[in-house]
């Protein structure tokens, strides 16, 4: 019965240990695994950065181009080039109007090519602003692009980061599922030898005890004092 009750605590002995050495190993797998993960997440964010910062980098340098001379203003007004011409070409129709009226040189006169002269000057000072505008087009359009560039580089950063948590969080769910199993290993053996040496011993729990010398028991370098178990009586 000793030798049975030995030979049965060896195997279960080695049982959690294959129990406990499968688990590890999964264990580092599944670590080794989620690493490589990472790393390949982490790889692929940093590339795609790389290819969006000449973009990003243009798109900055064209907003403080474009701050800068819309700060500055359109400067000092100039006609373009056909102002004149549409100015005197205008006054000669209404003056040819005036002379076919009778109202040439009359007040009225003056006053229509008073209101003719401010609304062509508005028209050409408003041309002017366009003109202004226009020139920053491709600023706006530049910096409108490194506006994307850069979104598009806070998303590949925010998508990047979930994804190493997530391979991070299977790490440590790795590591608690080992120790989980080592512990679960242990306490399954300890009730094995527990029951293993009640029955062995008639409820004597003293299967590690150095006192046994039965054929199969565990020696143990230290004898202890309890009270001997005669094995050749059971």
Do not use: C
């Not at 695994?33 to 964010?45: D, L, M, N």
């Not at 040819?96 to 401010?118: D, E, V, Y």
């Not at 608690?176 to 094995?192: L, P």
């Amino acid at each position: 019965m000793a030798l049975a009750t030995g030979t049965m605590l060896l195997v279960a002995a080695a049982s959690a240990a294959t129990n406990i050495a499968g688990s590890a190993m999964a264990s580092r797998a599944k670590t080794k695994a989620a690493k490589r993960a990472t790393s390949s997440i982490q790889r692929s964010a940093e590339e795609a950065q790389k290819k969006l910062a000449p973009w990003r980098v243009a798109g900055e340098k064209a907003l403080a181009q474009l701050e800068t001379n819309l700060e500055a203003g359109p400067g000092e007004f100039t006609e373009s080039p056909g102002y004149q011409h549409r100015v005197a070409e205008g006054v000669k129709a209404l003056e040819r109007g005036a002379s076919a009226s009778g109202a040439l040189n009359t007040g009225a006169q003056k006053k229509a090519l008073l209101r003719f002269g401010q609304a062509e000057g508005s028209r050409e000072y408003q041309s002017f602003l366009d003109r202004f505008y226009a020139e920053q087009r491709p600023l706006m359009q530049l910096s409108e692009g490194g506006r994307g560039a850069a979104g598009a580089s806070a998303g590949i950063e925010e998508r990047a980061g979930q994804g190493v948590a997530r391979q991070q969080g299977l790490i440590g769910q790795a590591r608690a599922e080992n120790y989980k199993d080592i512990a679960g290993n242990i306490a399954g053996f300890a009730s094995q030898a527990t029951t293993l040496g009640n029955l062995g011993g008639g409820g004597n729990t003293e299967i590690f005890s150095g006192s046994n010398r039965g054929p199969g028991s565990l020696p143990q370098s230290t004898p202890t004092t309890t009270k001997p178990y005669d094995w050749y009586n059971d």
